[in-house]
């Protein structure tokens, strides 16, 4: 009975909590366009984000942009919640000199969430693998049985086992570090810079955090794309479909058949996106952080 008083009297709490926000509005906000951008990177589709959009409404209704939306929405307040914390923690680890009222040093900051990234890898991993398979669904991309994450967790369970969930755990490691390097430094960053000082009052408009999460997501998603396509690609794969055999080889047959380009297939729909999404993530994200600190302040003077 005591437990969520507690939990968020506490600052790891309440960035817990704050984090789960801002993920629910993140995914919500954004889902469709991620749709878009997977049937781009998987190739089975040509033409423009527009194209698609058009094709998929005239074959498979308006709720195919949010097929396999279960997946993420269901994980996302846990996996949200702990980038948030991780990042908090890790971030003033590598700032010893950090009070609880000054900021930790930008340096800091990118070292935290590089690490956050590599961490929430293992949990990311898995929940994505799930969503593409849904959302290449009608595709000559997935021939993936059912139409629920939970039946299709099964399935990827039942014919490839463990090894067979955490396909592309690899490759999502090495697009989550440098990833979530730059999306935390950015935000910190730009956030200083639209409004000066507020990274220690902890008071800023809303403008600024849409705009700071806005060109955090944008950044982060620039300086990895590559490997997203490659990521999407192997993670598309079913056992009896295999086309590559790693990451080397993906990226090799991709570029040998499609040309450079290949990489960066779809990272118009991604930057929009990640501006969208990543906007919410953080305008939501700080709303609930400090409605959860104003509500323990509201607390401690009605028992003084």
């Known amino acids: 009975m005591d437990f969520w008083p507690e939990f968020l009297a506490s600052s790891s709490g309440r960035e817990f909590v704050a984090g789960g926000f801002g993920g629910t509005a993140g995914v919500i906000s954004g889902y469709p366009l991620d749709t878009l951008r997977i049937r781009q990177q998987s190739g089975g589709q040509n033409g423009s984000a527009f194209n698609i959009l058009r094709q998929m409404l005239s074959k498979e209704g308006f709720c195919s942009l949010y097929r396999g939306m279960g997946a993420p929405l269901a994980s996302v307040t846990f996996q949200n919640a702990v980038v948030f914390q991780t990042y908090a923690v890790l ?61 299709v967790a099964k399935n990827i369970w039942r014919k490839e086992g463990l090894r067979g969930i955490y396909r592309g755990l690899g490759i999502t490691i090495m697009r989550d570090i440098p990833s979530h390097g730059f999306y935390f430094w950015t935000y910190e960053y730009m956030r ?111 028992t003084i």
């Open 91 to 151: 971030s003033r680890a590598f700032d010893p000199s950090a009070s609880a009222k000054d900021p930790p040093s930008y340096k800091s900051v990118a070292l935290g969430g590089m690490g956050t990234g590599g961490l929430q890898s293992l949990l990311l991993s898995p929940v994505e693998l799930i969503k593409i398979r849904l959302q290449l669904q009608n595709t000559n991309q997935s021939k993936e049985s059912g139409t629920t994450p939970v039946k």
């Open 192 to 302: 200083e810079k639209l409004h000066p000082g507020c990274r220690k009052s902890g008071q800023e408009s809303l403008n600024t955090m849409l705009v700071s999460g806005g060109l955090a997501g944008v950044a982060s998603w620039v300086c990895s794309y590559p490997f997203d396509v490659v990521k999407t690609r192997l993670q598309a794969q079913t056992p009896s479909a295999i086309k590559y055999k790693g990451v080397y080889d993906c990226i090799t047959k991709s570029v040998r058949e499609e040309g450079y380009p290949v990489l960066w297939r779809g990272l118009g729909t991604a930057v929009a996106r990640a501006f969208v999404v990543n906007g919410a993530v953080f305008a939501a994200y700080e709303f609930a952080l400090r409605f959860l600190f104003n509500n323990e302040n509201v607390q401690m003077q009605e």
